[in-house]
């Protein structure tokens, strides 16, 4: 994914980012220190394994240019993570809603069949990117399908809220840890 200065860079969004990361924390941050002393090693090389893996799984980044839509992860991590997708502009034929079991609503931005007979595709709208009233808009100017009425996947408020508890969890884990007996 290169940068060219027409290009649009939009990255996961703070708020989902670090919501995501303080939870993490939050859960598995005091493990190392309750397990017995064998394992405290074992146990604080795979939590730090996993937060270096949940920081590139909320790497993801969304590029918009000239050419067409880029979804991937940045070159230190692409090679572990899925390798993302990308579509020219004039291959984008649809926006389709689809509800999920919670109640939101996703899209999946379809394509045209390719030049060799091979079906179009659908990938999923990427709803969880910064500045995504931008996103929107360039994406509709750049394919002249409407967004009208689409919105992040969740209400902020429910990050905010999630934000808020892992903040209190890392508090009271701290705590908890700094007044145990040895």
Same mark, same amino acid.
Do not use: F, H, L
């Given at each position: 994914m290169s940068a060219e200065p027409s290009c649009h860079r939009y990255p996961m969004a703070p708020l989902i980012r670090c919501t995501l990361l303080g939870l993490y924390l939050a859960l598995v941050l005091p493990l190392p220190f309750l397990a017995p002393e064998p394992m405290h090693l074992p146990l604080g090389l795979a939590c730090s394994s996993g937060l270096l893996l949940v920081v590139a799984i909320t790497s993801e980044r969304v590029e918009l240019d000239g050419q067409g839509l880029r979804v991937g992860h940045p070159p230190w991590c692409s090679w572990l993570l899925r390798r993302g997708w990308q579509l020219p502009w004039n291959r984008i034929t649809d926006l389709t809603p689809v509800t999920? +079991?919670? $109640? $939101? *609503? &996703? !899209? !999946? &931005? *379809? +394509? #045209?069949?390719?030049?060799? $007979? *091979? +079906? $179009? #595709?659908a990938w999923l709208l990427p709803q969880r990117v910064v500045r995504f009233d931008d996103f929107l808009a360039r994406f509709s100017s750049a394919t002249g399908l409407t967004t009208e009425g689409i919105g992040r996947i969740s209400p902020p408020w429910t990050y905010q809220l999630l934000a808020l508890l892992s903040a209190v969890l890392l508090v009271g884990e701290g705590l908890a840890l700094l007044l145990r007996p040895t």
């Open positions: 999920t +079991s919670q $109640g $939101g *609503r &996703v !899209y !999946y &931005v *379809r +394509s #045209a069949p390719t030049e060799d $007979g *091979r +079906s $179009g #595709a």
